[in-house]
């Protein structure tokens, strides 16, 4: 990895923290490949930051949308050119598979492509006036310099379609990858400086929970889009409320599948092991719980089992692995907390509690793990465990199922499988979540199409989306007597 890719880019220069301090990125499959060390930023490189992109603004905005659009455009291009070296960045500091990162790259590029097109469609509207000699409108502001604060499992397409939208609309940016996952950001943010943004256009600030703490403190930044769990997500909506600042928060879930008697079982266990096993289980619309009819409960946790102990765990770089590693140690030691405090209370492990293959190396690795009889109060179930584990519920009726599928504080994704239009038409209105799939998994999503949640995994206007510039832009009423 070249050094630059560890320090800052502030400005339109590479730099280092200012107190010098770092972080080691490490590979997850293979904890002896410390991939490089990166900056880790304090509150004063935050300022500086924040600084740069509030004093871009004016030279940014006066370039017009159009321009913006066509800038994004090219990024979009130069990204094509280097997916094999985005995705290898991907697998070694994340984890997951080549064929995954290589979705991620191909994904990130529709939706700078489209965000792109978003610039030409920055509307408002004309209305009535009382007299004949007003015109009336509306128009789009940008929101100024924002903060976008970023997480580890989709360390290019969250940071791609935040800055994308941010942007287009006219507003300039500090972007705070994870710690966990910044060198992508660094190849994202080489990619819009080659594409002509302007020095300050984005500033690039890595580091962990100081500087997003200082990006959201400080007096001249504009909004804040996030993307991450919900009690960080909290604790900036907190900090952010005495300022009326505004939020975009992307947040957590516990998403479920139902399978009603009629499905085709095949396709559902299908889609479950993709939704809750790809990635390792680490997406935040990864399936959690499958909530399965009485009727046909024991064909599909048997199908589940067959499918999750045919999966062969090992390092994400290796052609032969269906499932990579989680991102870390202290991933690791939650998911089997979880798993482990599950089955003290009741709860069987049908399938991921056999050893794993002695060659592995040293990575954070866990076998994929199917759970019954999980008692419903517990973390498995209610809360985000965000690894390769799921649970298989039982439910009386279509009714039953849904009412299980919204008894958690989440509201991100859900799908069910059926083959009776009526009773999918029917579960599609009664569900409680952002994003609703009917025989497809739970995870997968358009660029064009809202990317949101709703209870405790969203707050604010969705991403991806035109609507995306209902948050990176205000809206403006305009009044002109002539
Ligand atoms: P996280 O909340 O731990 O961290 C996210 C980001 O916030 C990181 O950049 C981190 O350094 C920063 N941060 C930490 N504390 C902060 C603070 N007090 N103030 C400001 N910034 C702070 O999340 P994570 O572990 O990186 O990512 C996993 C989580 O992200 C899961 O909960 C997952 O569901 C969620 N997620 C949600 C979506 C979505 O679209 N809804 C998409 C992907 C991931």
New binding site residues.
């Given amino acids: 990895m070249e050094r630059r890719y560890g320090l800052n880019f502030i400005n339109g220069e590479w730099r280092p923290a200012t107190d010098g301090s770092t972080v080691p990125n490490i590979n997850p499959s293979c904890v002896d490949d410390v991939i490089g060390q990166f900056a880790d930023s304090t509150a004063e490189d935050a300022s500086v930051a924040v600084e740069a992109a509030e004093e871009a603004g004016a030279t940014w905005r006066d370039l017009g949308p159009v321009a913006r659009g066509a800038l994004i455009y090219r990024s979009a291009e130069l990204l094509a050119e280097r997916a094999t070296e985005f995705a290898a960045a991907i697998v070694r500091e994340q984890g997951k598979l080549t064929r995954e990162a290589l979705a991620e790259v191909t994904r990130s590029g529709e939706i700078l492509k489209f965000l792109a097109g978003e610039a030409r469609r920055l509307n408002g509207a004309t209305m009535p006036a009382d007299d004949s000699r007003t015109f009336a409108y509306t128009y789009r502001a940008p929101l100024g310099a924002v903060g976008l604060?970023?997480?580890?499992?989709?360390p290019l397409a969250?940071p791609a379609w935040k800055t994308a939208a941010a942007l287009v609309a006219g507003c300039t940016v500090v972007l705070?990858?994870?710690?966990?996952a910044p060198w992508t950001s660094a190849l994202l943010a080489e990619v819009f400086h080659e594409a002509g943004l302007p020095a300050g256009v984005l500033n690039l600030l890595l580091g962990?929970?100081e500087a997003?703490?200082a990006?959201?403190a400080h007096p001249r930044i504009a909004g804040v889009s996030?993307?991450?769990?919900?009690?960080?997500?909290l604790?900036?909506q907190t900090a952010a409320a005495p300022r009326l600042l505004p939020t975009q928060l992307?947040?957590?879930?516990n998403n479920a599948v139902l399978v009603l008697p009629d499905a085709d079982l095949d396709a559902a266990a299908d889609a479950v092991v993709s939704g809750a096993f790809g990635q390792a289980g680490q997406?935040?619309s990864a399936t959690s719980r499958v909530i399965v009819d009485t009727a046909v409960f024991d064909k599909l946790l048997t199908a589940l089992v067959e499918r999750a102990r045919r999966l062969r765990v090992g390092p994400a770089d290796n052609a032969g692995t269906d499932m990579g590693p989680v991102v870390s140690d202290s991933a690791l030691r939650r998911c089997r907390s979880a798993v482990e405090q599950a089955r003290a209370h009741g709860a069987r492990i049908r399938s991921g509690d056999e050893p794993l293959p002695a060659e592995l190396p040293a990575g954070h690795f866990m076998r994929p793990v199917v759970m019954s009889d999980v008692p419903a109060d517990s973390d498995l179930v209610r809360g985000?465990v965000?690894g390769p584990v799921v649970s298989v519920i039982v439910a009386k009726g279509a009714a039953e199922a849904v009412s299980i599928a919204n008894s958690v504080p989440y509201g991100?994704s859900a799908a069910v499988f059926t083959r009776d239009l009526a009773s999918a038409h029917d579960t599609v209105q009664r569900l409680k979540a952002g994003m609703v799939h009917v025989n497809r998994p739970t995870v997968g999503a358009y660029a064009h199409m809202p990317?949101m949640?709703t209870k405790m995994?969203?707050f604010g206007p969705p991403?991806c989306s035109p609507e995306v510039m209902d948050f990176f832009t205000e809206l403006r009423s305009v009044c002109l007597r002539y």
């Fill in positions: 604060i970023t997480p580890w499992n989709f969250i705070k990858p994870s710690p966990l962990g929970r997003g703490t990006i959201v996030f993307t991450g769990s919900v009690p960080v997500g604790a900036i992307e947040l957590g879930g997406r935040c985000e965000f991100l990317h949640g995994s969203q991403e």
